[in-house]
């Protein structure tokens, strides 16, 4: 026996078995496997596997049942036999409900599950081998196969071979493979029967089994291509939000994807809207009026270049200096983003003003970011101050060309304040709240450099 306990992981698969040439099939046949083996009554978050994956399939099945062109059936391994030390059942495979109509079978269905007492082994290769077998024949079908389990193979058997002989018989494979905490070491297993995709808790299981569900369903396929200055697809890990272009109404929301071959992921999207898309960058990008071909793969172009902007501040790394840029268009007073010191942020390839909230203000009105480039933009490190005085009014400035430029008021009341100042030459104007008259004006000019603590005294 082949033991992956230690190994074992969450795993969703979606297998799609269609004949090919076929491009408008009118029903829809979906057959879950169901993993009953006894590692799914392992703890995962506050529950266990079984748990957590019975009341996900509860939630399928409720939103399936209603659906007219949609036939479901249920296979399950793993849970007749009691796997034992040196013992397991490598044909503990059964299909439990042959197809009928989703309304029919949900019910049915729901039984079986809830009914479930994981017990036993893993034979993936053999109940994919199986499930070929479960569905009736149909000329005008669209057959998926959903493979819920916890484990990779444990029969010493392999679903790649599986997969290879089911392309020969004319079936052809198109599978999602979802994981959580998978060793990466065994995507090999995976890579011949389907993409990977990981799912770190319950919730992101929830929305992956959502969205695969929403593929099975829907054969009208659309990938967004996030273009380069050079018109290349190479942009990526962008949120991306469609809307009902009718309503304004949201209706998915996508962290964009390069899957392993770098290219823009594909998805699915219901043909009958047209659709608003907003490319979530900074700025934003919009598409407006998007109409889809039904039942063809749909692309969608997207102008997206975009480069880095690093902002440093000398002497530190720290990512808590308490220093922020605003981020603008040139000549548009709206704030594009808040910039904190010390990192780095994604733009769109153009010409930007940026202000820095240093005392004095710093400000760049020429920021240009190029295409896959890093601009960075440094600034010397501060000097702090300390500013003793009764109470007053109070107020500090910078002498330039010989003027006196405002740069920060003080609290009448307060006693002490400290500030970080940017290496430079100052003046504070401070009159002592008892006194009636101008004359009685105090002057007090200091010069600061970076690193430096200096106290003043009013």
């Not at 995507?187 to 993409?195: A, K, P, R, S, V």
């Not at 809307?243 to 999207?269: C, G, I, W």
């Not at 940026?354 to 970011?369: A, G, H, N, W």
Request: charged content about 20%; hydrophobic content about 35%.
């Amino acid at each position: 026996m082949k033991n992956l306990i230690k190994y074992i992981s969450f795993l969703f698969v979606i297998i799609s078995f269609t004949s090919f040439g076929q491009e408008n099939d009118s029903r829809i046949r979906i057959l879950f496997i169901f993993d009953g083996s006894n590692s799914m009554n392992a703890q995962w978050e506050n529950s266990s596997k079984i748990m957590v994956a019975k009341k996900l399939m509860t939630q399928t099945m409720d939103s399936l049942k209603m659906l007219e062109n949609v036939d479901l059936a249920l296979r399950i391994y793993g849970h007749q036999t009691r796997i034992a030390p040196g013992k397991q059942d490598c044909s503990d495979t059964k299909l439990e409900v042959p197809f009928a109509s989703a309304k029919e079978n949900y019910s049915n269905i729901i039984t079986q599950i809830r009914a479930l007492e994981p017990k036993g082994t893993t034979p993936i290769a053999r109940s994919l081998e199986y499930a070929a077998e479960d569905f009736p024949s149909c000329e005008d079908c669209r057959n998926i196969i959903i493979l819920i389990t916890d484990g990779i193979e444990a029969c010493d058997e392999d679903p790649c071979a599986v997969a290879l002989a089911l392309k020969k018989k004319n079936i052809k494979l198109k599978p999602f493979v979802i994981g959580l905490g998978l060793d990466t070491s065994y995507l090999d297993q995976f890579n011949c029967i389907g993409e990977f995709l990981s799912a770190d808790t319950e919730d992101s299981f929830k929305g992956v089994l959502k969205f695969v569900i929403s593929q099975a369903l829907n054969n009208t396929t659309v990938q967004v291509n996030l273009n380069n200055i050079k018109n290349l697809p190479r942009e990526t890990d962008v949120t991306m939000s469609f809307y009902n272009a009718q309503n304004s109404k949201l209706m998915h929301t996508y962290v964009h994807t390069l899957n392993r071959n770098e290219l823009p992921d594909t998805f699915a999207l219901d043909p009958l809207y047209t659709y608003n898309l907003i490319v979530h960058t900074i700025p934003e990008v919009s598409i407006e009026e998007i109409k889809l071909i039904p039942g063809k793969h749909n692309i969608i172009e997207a102008n997206t270049p975009q480069g880095i902007l690093k902002l440093n501040m000398q002497g530190t790394n720290s990512l808590y200096t308490g220093i922020n840029g605003i981020l603008r268009k040139l000549d548009d007073p709206r704030t594009l983003n808040v910039h904190n010191m010390n990192t780095e942020k994604e733009y769109l390839v153009g010409d930007y003003q940026l202000e820095l909230l240093t005392l004095p203000r710093l400000y760049f009105d020429d920021v240009s970011i190029k295409q896959s480039t890093i601009t960075e933009i440094t600034i010397p490190l501060y000097g702090s101050a300390q500013i003793s005085k009764s109470s007053g009014p109070a107020s500090l400035f910078v002498r330039e060309k010989g003027m006196n430029k405002w740069i920060y008021d003080f609290d009448n009341e307060r006693c002490i304040e400290n500030l970080n100042l940017q290496p430079g030459k100052y003046i504070i104007s401070f009159r002592n709240s008892r006194s009636k008259s101008m004359a009685h004006t105090i002057l007090k000019e200091f010069k600061i450099s970076s690193g430096q603590n200096i106290n003043i005294n009013l």
